[in-house]
Each structure stands twice: as C-alpha cells, then as structure tokens.
T-cell receptor, first 117, second 109 residues
C-alpha cells in the first residue's frame, strides 16, 4: 500500500504565475488535509476536504488559494498569482475517516517545496 | 479561539527520558489528543494518541491529565534519532483541528 504521494516535490515559479500542487491520498482514504510550513515555522492547517466537498477551509487565505478533491484523481491545491511570501513547504495528509477518532491518524506525504522567484 | 501551547524548545541527554508538555485546555472533551513529530524537513509522522487514559506504544507514552487540559509525551530512552519537532494536536468543540506550534527537541550525546 503506497503512502501519500505528492508531486511535484519541488516547484519553482515566478511572481504572478500559478502553482498547482497535487496530492494522492493513501488507498482507501477519503479525507485529505493540506498544511503550509513557512521556513523555520510550525505547521499551519489550511484546508480539510472529503471527496468533492470542502469540510473546513478556515486556514486558507481568502484570496488566490483554492483546493479541490474530485471524485476521481488527486487533490489539488492551487495558488494563483504567486508572491514571494508563498514560498513554503506544503504538506498533504490523508486519513480513512473524519477526524478525530481512534483510527483517524493522519498520514503525511513528503511535501512540495514551492519557491517563488 | 481554541489553541494548544507547547514550549518552543527542549534539550535532553541521550538515554534519558524526554518529557514534552502540551497545554490544550480548549480541545473538546470528546476529541482525541494526537502527537506527531517532524524530523528535519520530512513529512510529520504519527506517534501516539489518547482520549482520557494514559497510553503506551512502541514509540512513546502519553500521559493525559484528568481534566484533559494538558498532556505529556514521554520518550523513555531518547536517542539521537529522536531529535525532531514534536507537535500536539486535537480538535475543538467545532471539530476544527488545532495544532500546536511544536517543540524542537534536541537530544544531545
């Protein structure tokens, strides 16, 4: 059973371009979480999705950021018109069911390092 | 707002027990407390979770106070490979996930 997959692992964009980050959850997991980690800082929750639904997006910036988790395919975190402050590591995690319960540990991917020039 | 608080950093001698505290007074009484760690810049890794009782697994022990307002993660015999940032996490009454800012644990030889 493959773990959580994220791609690309490294992404370089110029200011104003769009960044698309992909996350494939573990097999059988229907819940996906996105986190951002700025350099030298802790994890910051961004958004929690279930298939085709956004459950909690309280950590997402109001502008330029969006997330989706379609019925088929990976979850996508999209950042439009990137700025230098978006440079960070973006981690995705998946769980088999809604948190938090006895079997709802989150399995994390290796992250995507976004660098905005 | 709901939040968890952890010390920014801690040191521990190799072979000794590392005790990492977390205050989480706003985590709902029905929600579990989770601990994760992040080694270097890798993705976080699950360690342990608990609700009311103390828990132990092959990695660590978790002590949760009776009022559930705080917990302590215990690494009984810390090794150099346990050097990492340790996060506690839970959910508030609205089920929103609450992550601490993490404790950077340095295990020294």
């Amino acid at each position: 059973n493959a773990g959580v997959m994220q791609n690309p692992r490294h992404l370089v964009r110029r200011r104003g371009q769009e960044a698309r980050l992909r996350c494939s959850p573990m097999k059988g997991h229907s819940h996906v979480y996105w986190y951002r980690q700025l350099p030298e800082e802790g994890l910051k929750f961004m958004v929690y999705l279930q298939k085709e639904n956004i459950i909690d997006e309280s950590g997402m910036p109001k502008e330029r950021f969006s997330a989706e988790f379609p019925k088929e395919g990976p979850s996508i975190l999209r950042i439009q018109q990137v700025v230098r402050g978006d440079s960070a590591a973006y981690f995705c995690a998946s769980s088999p069911k809604e948190g938090t319960g006895p079997t709802d540990e989150q399995f994390f991917g290796p992250g995507t390092r976004l660098t905005v020039l | 707002d709901a939040k968890t608080t952890q010390p920014t950093s801690m040191d521990c001698a190799e072979g000794r027990a590392a005790n990492l505290p977390c205050n989480h007074s706003t985590i709902s009484g029905n929600e579990y407390v989770y601990w994760y760690r992040q080694i270097h810049s890798q993705g976080p890794q699950y360690i342990i979770h608990g609700l009311k009782n103390n828990e132990t697994n092959e990695m660590a022990s978790l002590i949760i106070t009776e009022d559930r307002k705080s917990s302590t993660l215990i690494l009984p015999h810390a090794t150099l490979r346990d050097t990492a940032v340790y996060y506690c996490m839970g959910a508030g009454n609205n089920r929103k996930l609450i992550w601490g800012l993490g404790t950077s644990l340095a295990v020294n030889p």
